[in-house]
Nanobody, 116 residues
């Protein structure tokens, strides 16, 4: 069965860094584009970043451009999100998602809290 398991969330001060990881199983990871989506408290879902199946093309939300980097290791079935210079508005639950246009499987999410 398909599983996506995120880790790496936590509490950091503004300006800090975190690296989220998502280990997947149950499908051929290297065949699929992947996304990171977040949900801030009291708000809707917001797409953050996407990466193609080979890891050669990426895209990020304008508000995180220059601070967040998405990558993947297909040999390890793992998706990453490196987050630097975190701001309070980045506080959210971050989800690893299979797909970009059709998002058919989601992880359970990992909480990121940015606060002084």
């Amino acid at each position: 069965q398909v599983q996506l398991v995120e880790s790496g969330g936590g509490s950091v001060q503004p300006g800090g860094s975190l690296r989220l990881s998502c280990v997947v199983s149950g499908f051929t990871f290297s065949n699929y584009h992947m996304s990171w989506v977040r949900q801030a408290p009291g708000k809707g879902l917001e797409w953050v970043s996407g990466i193609n199946d080979g890891g050669t093309k990426t895209n990020v939300l304008d508000s995180v451009k220059g601070r967040f980097t998405v990558s993947r290791d297909n040999a390890k079935n793992t998706l990453y999100l490196q987050m630097n210079n975190l701001k309070s508005e980045d506080t959210a639950v971050y989800y690893c998602v299979k797909g970009i246009v059709t998002m058919d499987y989601w992880g359970q999410g990992t909480q990121v809290t940015v606060s002084s």
